[in-house]
């Protein structure tokens, strides 16, 4: 007599990994998206791994592993751990996304660019565009690939060490765009751009706040989203400059990764929105 149980579905696993992690909200995000497309045997963890930790870790997930996400501080030394990565990644020398092939091996991707690029122009930012941005760190780096891929040619950069801007070179060339350096102490002047991107720590860009006069026209980004509203995207928003957040940004990349992970191709995107902003709210 024949079995009438279905054969079971082997689990599928992804993380996000980082220190510290405890805060991410990828979890809620890529969780709601397994549930809203019928994925009922993937999960989506949180690992805390510090960067020294990170080629041991990876080495060590059996073929269940379908990806991992990387913040901070791991998205350099997750590029070196890749037998290939996108070109993207390679140029900016950061990978925020390790994908496994079927052949086991990982290939590296950075999907931050890709959002950046979606939800600046989701917020109106036209192509070929002036951009500004704050900062000198990898989500600067990650910020000029976006302005490339709009069209930028060159890029005001604004630091509060010279060192930072010049960190950036590299970077921009591989990527074939310029950058014309600001000091910090001018930065003010630095935002009649149609868009500016800050990239910088909470709490760097807040004196920025009241002596910025805002252009009609500018679109501004502000990677942080915990706390929220910054007093610089509060100001902005107070003089009807359209606002991107973090969080905007969470959701863009998250939705690469899920597409790259298990391969369901549109991602849930409002199930996956839903559910980030329920998290958010209650933080």
Known sequence: M????????????????????SHSLSPVIHAAGYAAAGLLTWSYTAIECAEAELPALVAGLG????????????????LTLAAAA?????????????????????????????????????????????????????????ALAAAAQLGAVDVTVVTRRPEAREELAPAAAALGVTITGVEWADAPAAFDADAVIS???????????????????????????????????????????PVVSGLDLLLAQALGQFEQFTGVRPAPEAAMRAALTAASAVR
């Not at 073929?63 to 997750?78: D, H, I, N, R």
């Not at 390790?98 to 109106?124: C, E, K």
């Open 2 to 21: 024949q079995s009438s149980s279905r054969p079971s579905v082997p689990s599928r696993h992804a993380a996000v990994c980082g220190k510290p992690i």
């Open 63 to 78: 073929p269940q592993w379908a990806g991992l996400s990387l913040t901070m501080p791991l998205k350099e030394v997750a």
């Open 86 to 142: 996108s070109p993207v990644a390679i140029a900016i020398g950061a990978a925020n996304t390790l994908v496994r092939r079927p052949d086991g091996t990982w290939f590296a991707d950075n999907t931050d660019v890709p959002g950046m690029v979606r939800v600046l122009g989701d917020a109106g930012l036209a192509r070929g565009p002036s951009v500004t941005v704050l900062g000198g760190g990898g989500t600067a780096r990650a």
């Open 199 to 241: 990239t910088v720590p909470k709490g760097a860009a807040d004196a920025l706040a009241t002596a910025v006069k805002w252009r009609p026209g500018t679109v501004l980004f502000d990677a942080i989203y915990d706390p929220w509203p910054t007093p610089l995207a509060a100001a902005a928003a107070q003089h009807g400059v």
